[in-house]
C-alpha cells in the first residue's frame, strides 16, 4: 500500500522561504512521477509543480516559476517542494501526490494522480 505523508508547512512572512517535503512509503519514489498541488477553501486543486519518474523532467506552474523548486532523493524515498520568495497568494493546503507512470512528461492534472497525502498547511502573511 503507498503512503504519501507532507510535512514542512507551516507560518511565514512574505519573502520567506519553507521547504516542504513528502515521504513515500510501500514503493519507491523513482518509479512514481510526482506532483505537487495546493488548494484553497472553495476553490478547485491547483497545479503547482511536478516530477517525472526519473527526476528527468519537471513542470511548474506560471504561478510559481522561478521560486519553486521540486527535487527528489531516492535514498530517503522522498520529494521536496522548495518555495522561495513567498507570497501571501501562496497561502493554501498543500497536497501531494504520486503515480506509478514511467512517461517523460509531467503529470499535471490531479485527476492523473493515483496517490494522495493528506496535505499540510502553508500560511504567507503580508
Known amino acids: 500500500q503507498v503512503r504519501l505523508v507532507e510535512s514542512g508547512g507551516g507560518l511565514v512572512q512574505a519573502g520567506g522561504s519553507l521547504r516542504l517535503s513528502c515521504a513515500a512509503s510501500?514503493?519507491?519514489?523513482?518509479?512514481?512521477?510526482m506532483g505537487w498541488f495546493r488548494q484553497d477553501p472553495g476553490k478547485e486543486r491547483e497545479f503547482v509543480g511536478g516530477i517525472s519518474w526519473n527526476g528527468g523532467n519537471t513542470d511548474y506552474a506560471d504561478s510559481v516559476k522561478g521560486r519553486f523548486t521540486i527535487s527528489a532523493d531516492n535514498a530517503k524515498n522522498t520529494v521536496y517542494l522548495q518555495m522561495n520568495s513567498l507570497k501571501p497568494e501562496d497561502t493554501a493546503v498543500y497536497y501531494c501526490?504520486?503515480?506509478?507512470?514511467?512517461?517523460?512528461?509531467?503529470?499535471?492534472?490531479?485527476?492523473?494522480?493515483?496517490?494522495w497525502g493528506q496535505g499540510t498547511q502553508v500560511t504567507v502573511s503580508s
Open positions: 501526490a504520486a503515480v506509478i507512470n514511467f512517461g517523460t512528461r509531467v503529470v499535471v492534472t490531479a485527476r492523473g494522480y493515483a496517490y
Open positions: 510501500g514503493r519507491t519514489v523513482s518509479s512514481f512521477s
